[in-house]
């Protein structure tokens, strides 16, 4: 195709001026001759004048020879090429330009010039302005959703805004939406990045004809990172004048070992501990840091280290609240038993609520730090899913079973919930063993008795155990009477036999104010504790006492971010947020109703990206041998710009510079040929 002829380094075309020295010394000829005498000088003056038409000849050709060899280097040095013509170029002969720019959070390293995002910003320029005007640019970043075709001016303002974010995206995922946008035409596909390992999902990419891939590798300078991997509560629960303790662990990415590395946590904008810390090189390192909860109301924690220049993981938030009254919520079927409700009665510290299990349409499980069934008899499905969701998300049920067709119904709930079941009933037995290291006894006896008297049953449904159910009360003959087990976030706790005083005296026993306060008080503080930025699970929003259709507010800590989430109801009841991308940044965000503060959502973002892996060149180049791949490393950085601008010369141009080089030397050789050949 026709086509004109551009330079990549037009600068160098000025070294063409150097052609005047050849002719210069043509002219100019400082050679001297020596004058001899003849008699007769007629034969010699028409042999002169033979050779002197031949001599000019020649170093008019020799001439012409040097000045073509020099033109030819210079301009092979200015490294021309051909551009088609667009004019001749109909819309379905235009290739696409669709260029993946990495601005996730690993882009934030450092390279030797600034950071990695950065530099790759001047390779993305250097990549448009070598485009002719005119050409359709796709820009995708790791955060844009709409890809509308952009002008070059209009690309180049995209990614002058660009910032980091801690959104990421595959392989798989580019390649797709490259496809995508492609419609069926040739795609020239750059992508600029650090090609971090925890994205490169080769195998989940889709071979595509109509794509050339081109990767450009930029490598950071330093691939050490220490980060905050998690925050965990040694705790159950949270109680006032409770000491808490919490579990840190780090992250140390490095090929050394770190020393003394202090960790502060802060509480309510307080200071409360200070510690320092060893990490192995590439290895992780756990720490307990100890606090005292010392009011009723809502906890705003953070974690902190000090590690640049990947900052993002350097805090952990977390948040939790410590409610003035604890509720618990009984789901009976006919037959009141009022020993529940007159325990928990006696003190200011809990909320007691009574219902019939036909009363529990649209019920807010989530209220409730304990949900006790005693002896029901039937139930709805959705009552069913109710219940599962409310275990899910970190609540806690207590059921008694009544007679045999309360036990049928009871095993088919817990089959879903993948429990423990009730066993054939057996009569006329005495507990005989409490586990006492449980977590539900745990600092209930301050030493242990041997000989303590504890309650008899006459009818029981032994407790069918399962791996991971811890037994908290057995009789002699190893029967489970009561057990504990984890369903989803939440505590599931079993009692083979009813608490009718008739059947047992277990109301009446010491034991059972312990174990029930317990089980009200150990609401799982993983909850809410936190939550990470683009996770798939879900956002619950709490607001216990106030009013349900009043509108909810969320604002950051400083006040600069504000929206109204939109909210969902699950089966339970609970609120879950829809709108969780409105939370773009880690940190805690205040959920307020009415003016009153109702929840505290602690914001993290993923530690996908932390551990600093990438995969090389030779990694890619095995995936894609037909790809162009190149490493950039922010030592070379002009020379960077140069290799960017040839590769989208080469691939999108013809490049004609070796063909200047082959004429340099047949311009030598022939020089050489005419320069030996002799006069005749």
Not at 412 to 439: C, G, N, V, W, Y
Request: include cysteine; charge should be neutral; hydrophobic fraction near 40%.
């Amino acid at each position: 195709m026709p086509g004109i002829i551009h330079f990549l380094h037009p600068e160098f075309l000025y070294g063409l001026t150097v052609l005047i020295l050849p002719v210069i010394l043509h002219f100019f000829s400082f050679k001297k001759y020596k004058k001899v005498y003849f008699s007769n000088f007629n034969f010699l003056q028409s042999l002169q004048q033979q050779r002197k038409n031949s001599s000019r000849l020649k170093n008019l050709l020799l001439l012409l020879m040097r000045l073509l060899a020099l033109g030819a280097i210079v301009t092979a040095f200015a490294c021309p090429y051909i551009a088609p013509r667009q004019t001749l170029v109909t819309p379905s002969e235009k290739s696409q330009v669709v260029i993946y720019a990495d601005n996730s959070f690993s882009m934030s390293n450092t390279g030797t010039h600034s950071s990695l995002l950065e530099e790759a910003k001047k390779h993305l320029f250097d990549i448009l302005n070598t485009y002719p005007a005119g050409t359709t640019f796709f820009l995708l970043t790791n955060d844009n959703q709409d890809l509308p075709a952009l002008s070059k001016e209009e690309t180049i303002n995209a990614i002058s805004a660009l910032k980091v974010t801690p959104h990421t995206r595959t392989l798989s995922e580019i390649f797709r939406t490259a496809r995508e946008l492609s419609r069926d035409k040739k795609t020239t596909l750059f992508l600029l990045s650090d090609f971090q390992s925890v994205n490169c999902d080769f195998q989940q990419i889709t071979a595509d004809t109509l794509t050339d891939p081109v990767f450009l590798i930029l490598q950071p300078e330093n691939t050490n990172n220490l980060y905050i991997k998690d925050v965990q509560f040694n705790q159950v629960f949270h109680q006032k004048n409770q000491n808490d303790k919490i579990t840190v662990t780090l992250v140390n990415s490095s090929d050394k070992d770190v020393h003394n590395v202090p960790v502060s946590l802060t509480i309510n904008g307080k200071k409360k501990n200070v510690t320092k810390t060893h990490i192995p090189a590439q290895g992780e390192q756990t720490l307990e840091m100890n606090y005292l909860n010392t009011e009723n109301g809502f906890y705003k924690g953070t974690v902190e280290i000090t590690d640049i220049p990947v900052v993002f993981d350097n805090k952990f938030f977390f948040s939790y609240n410590i409610q003035d009254k604890i509720n618990i919520l009984c789901i009976e079927q006919k037959d009141h038993l009022p020993y529940f409700e007159k325990l928990f009665s006696d003190t200011t510290a809990f909320r007691f609520n009574t219902l019939n299990i036909n009363q529990t349409a649209n019920l807010r499980l989530n209220e409730y730090n304990l949900v006790i069934l005693d002896r029901i008899e039937q139930y709805s499905s959705g009552f069913s899913s109710a219940i599962e969701n409310y275990l899910k998300e970190g609540g806690n049920v207590f059921i008694l079973p009544g007679g045999q067709r309360s036990v049928n119904l009871l095993n088919s709930l817990l089959a879903k919930l993948h429990a423990p079941q009730f066993s054939l009933p057996d009569s006329a037995t005495t507990i005989a063993r409490m586990e006492e290291q449980a977590a539900l006894f745990k600092d209930v006896f301050e030493k242990q008795e041997t000989h303590t008297a504890l309650p008899y049953v006459k009818k029981f449904y032994p407790i069918h155990t399962l791996p991971g159910t811890e037994k908290l009360l057995t009789d002699k003959k190893g029967n489970t009477l009561l057990a504990a087990q984890r369903s989803g976030q939440g505590n599931l706790y079993l009692s083979a036999f009813s608490y009718e005083p008739k059947n047992s005296d277990m109301v009446y026993h010491p034991i059972f104010v312990p174990v029930m306060v317990n089980m009200s008080c150990n609401m799982n503080s993983n909850l809410n504790s936190s939550w990470f930025l683009n996770s798939d699970n879900p956002v619950y929003i709490a607001r216990q006492g106030t009013d349900t259709d009043s509108r909810l507010v969320v604002r950051n800590e400083d006040n600069t971010l504000e929206f109204i989430p939109e909210i969902r109801k699950d089966f339970s009841g609970n609120l879950v947020m829809v709108n969780t991308t409105d939370l773009k940044e880690a940190g805690l965000y205040n959920v307020f109703s009415n003016g009153t503060l109702v929840d505290v959502i602690a914001c993290n973002y993923d530690r996908k990206e932390s551990r600093m892996q990438f995969c090389n060149g030779q990694e890619i180049q095995k995936h894609f041998p037909q790809a162009r791949v190149e490493s950039i490393r922010s030592t070379q950085f002009d020379h960077n710009s140069e290799l960017v601008k040839e590769i989208v010369l080469q691939d999108n141009n013809h490049y004609i510079a070796v063909w200047f080089i082959l004429l340099a030397i047949l311009a030598v050789l022939l020089e050489q040929w005419i320069w030996k050949r002799k006069l005749t």
